[in-house]
């Protein structure tokens, strides 16, 4: 197995051809649109997945997932050419979901910061539901409270306060 290390330089560079032989080598007109966002190669440096974003409808990524496939052999060749490892690793060509991933998260944040802008409009004239300050106390604010005023000594927990020290009424 190769390290990790190895393999993700591997993907960068497999990435480079790929892109590189996409504009030089293949002379398919599906594929003008393509941009190729990532590469990923198995530690073992037997298959690499590459990832490609195309811009336009359904029917144009269609289109250029059909012409990848087509070219798939040319552009084998190619990275075997430019790569120093003794296999070159199989392709493997999928969609990018990024873009679409990026422009629900935009729309999101969009209607986040509408609701937002309607919670701060309402916050503008709020009231208090009660009292501005609901932890005031009972007691004057003159009067200093310690914790030893709570002790457990000073309660009286029998209730009976008939009762001397010494058990005589």
Same mark, same amino acid.
Not at 79 to 83: F, L
Not at 161 to 165: F, P, R, S, V
């Given at each position: 197995m190769a390290d990790p290390a190895r393999a993700a330089k591997l993907a960068q560079r497999i990435k480079v051809v790929v892109a590189e032989a996409l504009g030089r080598k293949v002379k398919d007109p599906r594929l003008e649109g393509i941009t190729v966002t990532d590469a990923?190669?198995?530690n073992d440096l037997q298959h690499a997945t590459i990832y490609y974003t195309v811009f336009g409808d359904q029917a144009v990524q269609a289109d250029a997932a059909k012409g990848l496939e087509k070219a798939r052999g040319v552009l084998r060749q190619e990275?075997?050419?430019? !790569?120093t490892v003794r296999l070159t690793p199989t392709l493997e060509f999928v969609a990018d979901q990024i873009p679409v991933n990026a422009s629900n998260l935009e729309e999101l944040l969009r209607a986040a910061k509408k609701r937002d802008a309607e919670v701060?409009?309402?916050a503008e004239n709020a009231k208090h539901a009660g009292d501005a300050d609901p932890y005031k106390s009972d007691i004057p604010a003159d009067v200093d409270i310690d914790e030893d005023d709570f002790d457990e000594?000073?309660?009286d927990l029998s209730g009976n306060?008939? !009762?001397?020290?010494d058990q005589s009424k």
């Open positions: 990923r190669v198995t990275v075997g050419r430019n !790569i701060a409009a309402l000594e000073d309660t306060d008939d !009762i001397d020290e």
